[in-house]
């Protein structure tokens, strides 16, 4: 069955020092790999997936089949970063199933 | 654009009343996601549709939830009765065709069963 955890519930950093957020995943075939973000009172939206290679937002993330992870990294963290953070994974094709992992709340301090 | 609309926003009602929720996705959004969200947890998803076909409800609770997407678009969750543990958020989400696109997510029905 696939799976992904977030083994931090929250992550307190101070502004400009650098994040990372931790998500493993468990998943028997190729996975495709998503940050999503929820900031304060808006609705959950997508912040990046491994297939696109983008930087958003200075956030980028890089997927290690070896050690079965997606961490989701930034070099200098802004208060504004603050939010919850899910890692999610769905299989290709018709029919895969699709996974969010219980969240990290990012907090950046002043 | 408005979005992925959805309605209530709230709802409280008794143990063992019924409920519905209602969803509109982005015209045009062939694939639709119900999900519960729990108090500190990730969304949890419940059932997904691929037009009208319900393509994964295993994590529906079958025996007190239904849901119906009539022709590919609206779509409306119900649960009768209500429990206690139905306390959450429910989600709606739509993507343009299947998980592996971006999903657009609504702003959410919180329901309270007292």
């Known amino acids: 069955a696939q799976r992904v955890t977030q083994p931090e519930k929250l992550l307190s950093v101070f502004k400009g020092a650098p994040v990372e957020l931790k998500c493993n995943y468990s998943?028997?075939?190729?996975?495709?790999l998503f940050w999503y973000v929820q900031y304060s009172r808006q609705r959950l939206q997508l912040l990046l997936r491994?297939?696109s290679r983008e930087s958003i937002k200075g956030f980028t993330a890089d997927l290690n089949k070896g050690e079965t992870s997606f961490h989701l990294k930034k070099p200098f963290a802004q208060e504004e970063d603050s939010a919850m953070y899910y890692c999610?994974?769905?299989?290709?094709?018709?029919?895969?199933?699709?996974?969010f992992g219980p969240g990290t709340r990012l907090s950046v301090l002043p | 654009e408005a979005g992925v609309v959805q309605s209530p926003r709230y709802k409280i009602i008794e143990k063992k009343q019924p409920v519905a929720f209602w969803c509109n996705p982005i015209?045009?959004?062939?694939?639709l996601y119900w999900y519960r969200q729990n108090l500190g947890q990730g969304p949890e998803l419940l059932i997904r549709?691929?037009?009208?076909?319900?393509?994964?409800d295993s994590q529906l609770p079958k025996d007190r939830f239904s849901a119906e997407r009539l022709k590919g678009v609206d779509s409306t969750l119900k649960i009768q009765p209500a429990e206690l543990g139905d306390s959450a958020v429910y989600l709606c989400?739509?993507?343009?065709?299947?998980?592996?696109?971006?999903?657009?997510f609504g702003p959410g029905t919180r329901l309270t069963v007292t």
């Open positions: 549709y691929e037009n009208e076909e319900a393509v994964d």
């Open positions: 998943y028997s075939g190729s996975p495709e």
């Open positions: 015209s045009g959004h062939n694939t």
């Open positions: 491994h297939i």
């Open positions: 989400a739509s993507s343009g065709a299947g998980p592996s696109y971006e999903q657009y």
């Open positions: 999610a994974l769905s299989g290709y094709g018709y029919g895969q199933n699709f996974v």
